[in-house]
């Protein structure tokens, strides 16, 4: 077996790497692209530090996941190239009937030798730019919380006959105190005031985000610039992408982020299908609700606006979901032009050059 600590001159070792919460499955392929080595490391920083610091710079293929980051960020600094796989293009290890960590890191490291492109690598974004997004996935997940508690309230009040009053989520605590029937107190009291603290801290994560983008991420403004774009989704895009430059056309992102419809055509067949759902969930979910916003009764006037409400008026199965999906596709496109260019917005631009300048539907 060859020393795989030193390596050979002109030699070029290529790594997988299937890594899990306590271990990570090595697979080392020499030159020629047979294994020299499988081996089996902790997944901690100082292990990893301790076992491929002392390689020669090799390709290092691992797949994107939860350790993925700190991973690929320590190896890269040691001076290995790596490569960040998506998960999306590794159906057949997961499809696999023989699946096991050792064929999985050997099956890294083989396509990652043979053509790295066949793994639609991506590039995680920079630790800082990571801690900041932290805080808006933090604010997110409290918000779901809220969500679920008050519907869960509402449901359960329902049976027995009342129903609470509609009223913005951030008051849903105080109004809906007094209208629990007082049967239900004894169960319910805790969880409003549980909805209550969320409220809390929620408003005081506003308070932070608005902080880092003012101070950190002033480009923000740009994007705030459109009507249904908030300080927490023009931060989210900014944290997201990163590096505006990253995609020389702008209509690109919409793929990124995984609001393009999937292509499953044959022939003269091109059925309607499902958008891929790739790249980052929450962004994609934030660049819904603008579109919903946008397209609901208090949306303020736009060419997207506009262009929006035609594709419902087209009528037909799932019109008004089909154009909030369109809307946040053609959104996400909006807003890395403002990013790109420094512009400022104006919403009615297109009917003004029309002569549209108009009422628009509703």
Same mark, same amino acid.
């Given at each position: 077996m060859r020393n795989t600590t030193t390596g050979e001159a002109g030699d070029r070792l290529t790594i997988g790497l299937d890594m899990g919460d306590t271990y990570t499955?090595? #697979?080392? !392929?020499?030159?020629?692209?047979? +294994?020299?080595?499988?081996?089996r490391v902790s997944t901690t920083p100082k292990a990893f530090r301790r076992r491929f610091a002392s390689l020669p710079p090799a390709r290092i293929i691992l797949e994107a996941g939860g350790h993925s980051h700190w991973a690929s960020r320590l190896l890269g600094e040691l001076g290995h190239e790596v490569i960040v796989a998506n998960p999306r293009m590794l159906r057949f290890i997961y499809g696999s009937d023989s699946k096991n960590d050792k064929a999985d890191a050997a099956y890294l490291a083989r396509v990652g030798k043979l053509d790295p492109a066949l793994l639609h690598p991506i590039v995680h974004r920079s630790e800082q730019s990571q801690a900041?997004?932290?805080?808006?996935?933090?604010?997110?997940? *409290?918000?779901?919380?809220? &969500?679920?508690?008050?519907?869960? +309230?509402?449901?359960?009040?329902?049976?027995?006959?009342?129903?609470?009053?509609? #009223?913005?989520?951030? /008051?849903?605590?105080?109004?809906?105190? =007094?209208? +629990?029937?007082?049967?239900?107190?004894?169960?319910?009291?805790?969880? %409003?005031? @549980? @909805?209550? =603290?969320?409220?809390?801290?929620?408003?005081?994560?506003?308070?932070? @985000?608005? &902080? *880092?983008?003012?101070? =950190?991420?002033?480009?923000?403004?740009? %994007?705030?610039?459109?009507?249904?774009?908030g300080r927490v989704t023009s931060l989210a895009y900014v944290l997201t992408l990163e590096d505006p430059s990253r995609f020389p056309r702008a209509r690109a992102v919409g793929s990124y982020l995984g609001l393009r419809p999937r292509q499953a055509d044959s022939g003269d067949l091109k059925p309607r299908l499902r958008i891929?759902? /790739?790249?980052?969930?929450?962004?994609?979910?934030?660049?819904?609700?603008?579109?919903?916003? *946008?397209?609901?009764?208090?949306?303020?006037?736009?060419?997207?606006?506009?262009?929006?409400?035609? *594709?419902?008026?087209?009528?037909?199965?799932?019109?008004?979901?089909?154009? +909030?999906?369109?809307?946040?596709?053609?959104?996400?496109?909006? !807003?890395?032009?403002?990013?790109?260019?420094?512009?400022?917005?104006?919403?009615?631009?297109? /009917?003004? !050059?029309?002569?549209?300048?108009?009422?628009?539907?509703?």
């Open positions: 499955q090595a #697979c080392v !392929l020499d030159e020629d692209g047979e +294994v020299i080595e499988e081996s900041d997004l932290t805080l808006i996935r933090s604010r997110d997940a *409290l918000v779901r919380v809220r &969500a679920a508690l008050v519907t869960h +309230v509402r449901g359960l009040v329902k049976v027995f006959g009342t129903k609470l009053p509609s #009223c913005a989520t951030e /008051a849903f605590a105080i109004k809906a105190e =007094s209208q +629990v029937p007082e049967l239900l107190r004894p169960a319910l009291e805790p969880v %409003l005031a @549980i @909805i209550a =603290s969320l409220t809390t801290q929620i408003r005081e994560f506003d308070r932070k @985000i608005r &902080a *880092l983008a003012k101070e =950190s991420y002033p480009d923000t403004s740009l %994007l705030s610039q459109v009507g249904s774009v891929t759902k /790739a790249g980052d969930e929450m962004l994609r979910r934030l660049l819904v609700e603008c579109a919903q916003y *946008l397209l609901g009764p208090f949306g303020r006037d736009s060419d997207l606006r506009r262009w929006g409400l035609k *594709l419902v008026e087209r009528g037909g199965k799932s019109a008004k979901k089909r154009a +909030v999906v369109a809307v946040a596709r053609k959104l996400s496109v909006l !807003l890395l032009r403002l990013w790109q260019t420094g512009e400022v917005y104006e919403p009615l631009r297109n /009917a003004r !050059l029309r002569g549209e300048l108009t009422p628009s539907p509703s």
